[in-house]
């Protein structure tokens, strides 16, 4: 029944669909500046990016000196999983971004917050992905599912000044925020716009996007950029309201290389101190990433390669994760979306026994944008993943286990007051 009355739902909006095809002068705006090539990179969170020519959603104030963006998205999701470890449950991944920039010296001093409400929106601290670890919910380890953001995701302040022709300098101070390792979260990457599920590799790749007491420095040199940065190590507490604190313990680099508007690309390594809450020990980690953003007509495409690795000094393993995504929108309104990735995993315990193998996880979804209203766009989705599995995991699995979700979308859209 709850299945039955999210489609209705979902089939009520696309019936609004003829009454609301208007696209909005700035949605237009922002497609005549993509094609004109902005060479700027477009920070997603913390000083991590997306290419150029990723299509811009972020409303826009003028006030006095200062310039205001707020973008977001929520998605309502609706979770139905196969086999002896599935289940299902009616969840809302979400997040808001709100940032103020204005000009200080010959640089720019920007503060940013991002903000979830998923602590409220997922319930029993979790929402299920089959073969998810990390993080823990009432003191155990959560297996087969993906743990809530905190609330605060982001609290920061930024100083960027361009010196030279080609040349600027960053300075990024936050008691909560993303330090210099890896590709751009997986809530933010372009290419995983339309995929409102964690990724299996989340914490092989990107799961420091949310540290404490976080400093970076960086500094860009034409196409290539050079940052560091020391942050407190440890992951979020299941005290998903406060702001976790602890001292400077851990250190990451990223080499950045931005070829043109189409192209990121990184690598980066990072050592923690005992960043997980159950398990002893450092963990040295190290990754590469690439995306790259095709307009065309009408659309655009996005894709990654994502590559990371744990290795973890308490029992000297290593688990690599490997990601390949991409969504695809075409006639302005409709996106086809895919990710592929096989991931090692240790924390596959059912409580009477210990796995541990790798995964394959394919995805592969679609998305029609029903509603574009000034300042907000709407959109109804599913996506489909299927898994592949050694033999042992299979008997406690299943032969086939598949995870199905069907979702409403509401992303803020491109606008200027």
Avoid at 76 to 103: C, F, Y
Avoid at 118 to 145: M, S, V, W
Avoid at 170 to 183: H, S, T
Avoid at 288 to 303: D, H, K, L, Q
Wanted: aromatic fraction near 8%.
């Amino acid at each position: 029944m709850r299945l039955f009355a999210f489609l209705m739902f979902a089939a009520s909006l696309c019936a609004q669909h003829d009454m609301s095809q208007m696209e909005g002068m700035q949605h237009m705006l922002h497609d005549m500046a993509a094609m004109a090539g902005d060479k700027s990179p477009m920070t997603a969170s913390g000083t991590s990016f997306n290419p150029a020519a990723t299509p811009m959603e972020m409303l826009h104030l003028k006030s006095g000196r200062w310039t205001l963006g707020l973008h977001g998205v929520l998605f309502l999701a609706e979770i139905q999983q196969t086999g002896p470890r599935g289940h299902d449950k009616l969840a809302s991944v979400n997040w808001m971004m709100a940032d103020a920039s204005t000009k200080l010296g010959r640089g720019t001093f920007t503060v940013r917050t991002m903000l979830s409400l998923e602590p409220t929106t997922i319930t029993n601290q979790r929402y299920p992905l089959l073969f998810q670890t990390g993080e823990t919910a009432h003191g155990k380890p959560i297996i087969d599912g993906q743990h809530p953001h905190d609330f605060v995701m982001e609290l920061a302040v930024q100083y960027t000044q361009a010196f030279g022709k080609s040349n600027r300098f960053w300075l990024y101070a936050a008691p909560v925020g993303d330090p210099a390792f890896g590709p751009v979260a997986f809530p933010h990457r372009a290419s995983a716009a339309e995929l409102p599920q964690a990724t299996l590799g989340h914490h092989l790749q990107d799961s420091t996007h949310i540290s404490n007491e976080v400093v970076t420095a960086g500094i860009s040199h034409g196409i290539f950029g050079v940052e560091a940065s020391g942050f407190h190590g440890g992951e979020p507490n299941e005290n998903r309201w406060n702001i976790d604190h602890g001292p400077i313990d851990s250190y990451s680099g990223r080499l950045t290389i931005t070829p043109n508007p189409r192209w990121a690309a990184q690598v980066s390594a990072a050592r923690l101190a005992h960043p997980e809450q159950l398990e002893p020990g450092d963990q040295t980690r190290i990754g590469a990433s690439i995306t790259n953003i095709r307009p065309f007509p009408n659309g655009e495409i996005a894709t990654s390669l994502i590559w990371g690795r744990v290795h973890k000094t308490a029992g000297g393993d290593n688990l690599n994760g490997y990601t390949v995504e991409s969504v695809a929108r075409f006639r302005k309104s409709n996106y086809v979306t895919g990710r592929i990735e096989v991931d090692d995993k240790d924390e596959l315990s059912t409580g009477t026994q210990s796995l541990r193998g790798t995964i394959g996880a394919y995805t592969l979804g679609y998305t029609r944008e029903v509603a574009r209203l000034p300042g907000l766009g709407a959109a109804v989705g599913a996506n489909f993943t299927s898994y592949s599995m050694a033999a042992d995991v299979h008997k406690v699995y299943g032969q086939h286990p598949v995870s199905v979700m069907v979702f409403l979308r509401l992303r803020l859209r491109a606008w200027s007051f």
